[in-house]
């Protein structure tokens, strides 16, 4: 973060044409992996996010079942081929964290009392990044797991704000987020109004930060309609599929 590019334009338009309190073009597909329970991908902008979810399945190693509870697994992996530089397919450090950050967000969530002994796994899968693609993750995994008929008490949507060039902006992007100030990501659970995951890169005044995640926020209503779109759209081709079939 070191605010030498500049990222605001004499119009006020961000290094990608958008206006600060814009969201990055988004498509959301829903159940496109067969052999998955449940299965969700994303393109946020730039960033390109697979998530596929198993379970309630029997939990392996036997041992870490957990009597009255389902085991919540994430993994985050970012494809060596997602950046522009190759990245190690090894698990690093942050994504390491990612993985957990990501589990937490989606916790509580899910019923998941309701599956005692079993265990449910969702994996992220970023085939292509460019910022932002923990929040990504987070609401991409979310819709895997409406696929996979995991009851939830609420879809989790996450969407980061943050600060460029003086500038509170929505949905950053790469550039954004390296060269600008702050970076707030938040996840959220719109009709319970409860936030889940709130973490903070940079430094910003009490006002801003305010301002920030009010802003990111309104981004997490903005993404849960399309989430219901994304949701729906599967169900409408199906039902056409059953009716085109009785016609025959
Ligand atoms: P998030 O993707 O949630 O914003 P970070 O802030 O850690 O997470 O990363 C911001 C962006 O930096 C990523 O979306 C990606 O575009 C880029 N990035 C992360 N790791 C690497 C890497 N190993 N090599 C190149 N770019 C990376």
Redesign the pocket.
């Known amino acids: 973060m070191s605010g030498k590019i500049k990222l605001i334009n004499e119009n006020g338009l961000r290094v990608d044409g958008r206006r600060p309190n814009e969201l990055r073009p988004i498509k959301m597909e829903v159940g496109i992996l067969s052999n998955a329970d449940g299965s969700a991908y994303i393109e946020q902008g730039k960033?390109k996010i697979l998530a596929a979810v198993y379970g309630p399945r029997e939990v392996h190693p036997r041992h870490l079942a957990l009597p009255d509870r389902a085991l919540l697994r994430c993994r985050y992996h970012?494809a060596p081929f997602?950046?522009?530089?190759r990245?190690?397919p090894a698990p690093?450090r942050?994504e390491i964290e990612?993985s957990k950050v990501i589990r937490e967000a989606l916790e509580p969530a899910i019923f998941l009392e309701k599956f005692p002994r079993t265990s449910i796994d969702v994996f992220i899968e970023?085939l292509q990044?460019?910022?932002?693609?923990?929040?990504?993750?987070v609401t991409v995994a979310s819709l895997a797991l409406a696929d996979a008929g995991i009851p939830m008490r609420d879809m989790v949507v996450a969407c980061?704000a943050g600060k460029v060039d003086g500038v509170i902006v929505l949905d950053?992007?790469?550039l954004e987020?390296?060269e600008g100030e702050a970076?707030i990501?938040v996840a959220y659970m719109p009709n319970l109004g409860l936030i889940s995951l709130l973490q903070m890169?940079g430094i910003l005044t009490i006002e801003e930060f305010n301002q920030a995640l009010n802003l990111a926020i309104e981004g997490c209503k903005q993404i849960y309609r399309l989430q219901k779109e994304a949701l729906k759209a599967k169900y409408v081709a199906i039902k056409e599929e059953v009716e085109e079939t009785c016609l025959q």
């Open positions: 960033s970012m997602s950046v522009e530089e990245k190690s690093s942050r990612l970023v990044a460019d910022g932002g693609t923990r929040c990504a993750g980061a950053l992007n790469d987020d390296k970076d990501p890169d």
